[in-house]
């Protein structure tokens, strides 16, 4: 009796499971949704540090999506590009140094005001001021060094994703914790 009442919970568990990735599918297409993709780049202090894993569980944990992620160098042109709004800043050169000491990790974050919710999760730019369970809080004790970037807006989030990443590489699959991350209305 128990065995046939687990089966039947499990059917309508998976049930329930496939019927929210639907919708959630079909919200993706409706220009209504608040889904959002971010990018994320795991700066050479990260990288450096060891706290690559760390970092990537948090978005994990707190029900991010993981739709792209890669090691790359970036090249002149990439982190000229991307801090173009530094580029009179006296310590520019710095910056660019630092971007380029090793690899870094980039990253395609999926979620409902995504972009919002990982600069929260980022903190502000100077760790040393970075709220405590914030990344930046938590890793960081320098303004330069310290440790993510996250896009700041649906533009740049664009802007990014198109430098950093080629179409094939962002992933569109079934978030099987969709049902227990959101609300119906909310996706
Ligand atoms: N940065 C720095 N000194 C500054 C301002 C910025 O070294 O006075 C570096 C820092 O690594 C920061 C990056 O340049 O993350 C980009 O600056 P931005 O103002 O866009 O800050 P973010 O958006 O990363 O918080
Ligand atoms: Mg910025």
């Known amino acids: ?5 687990m089966r039947k919970i499990k059917k309508f568990t998976l049930e329930l499971i496939k019927e929210k990735n639907l919708q959630f599918l079909e919200s993706f297409s409706n220009s209504f949704s608040t889904m959002q993709v971010t ?6 202090s990260a990288v450096q540090r060891g706290i690559l894993g760390e970092v990537i569980t948090r978005f994990e944990k707190k029900g991010i999506q993981i739709v792209g992620m890669k090691m790359l160098c970036l090249t002149d042109e990439m982190v000229s590009e991307h801090y173009a709004h530094l580029a009179h ?14 690899p ?25 001021e ?22 700041d807006s649906p533009e740049t989030a664009a802007l990014e994703l198109a430098r950093f990443f080629s179409e094939s590489e962002i992933f569109t699959y079934p978030h099987f914790l969709h049902p227990f991350t959101y609300a119906n209305d909310e996706l």
Do not use: C
């Open 130 to 151: 970075a709220a405590p369970g914030t990344i930046r809080g938590d890793y960081s004790m320098s303004v330069q060094e310290n440790i993510v970037h996250a896009s």
């Open 89 to 102: 800043k006296p310590f520019f050169g710095r910056i660019k140094e630092s971007m380029q000491a090793s």
């Open 104 to 128: 870094v990790v980039a990253m395609a974050l999926k979620g409902v005001d995504v972009i919002n919710v990982v600069r929260q999760l980022a903190g502000v730019t100077n760790g040393r």
């Open 39 to 44: 990018v994320v780049l795991l700066k050479p």
């Open 1 to 5: 009796m128990v065995i046939i009442w």
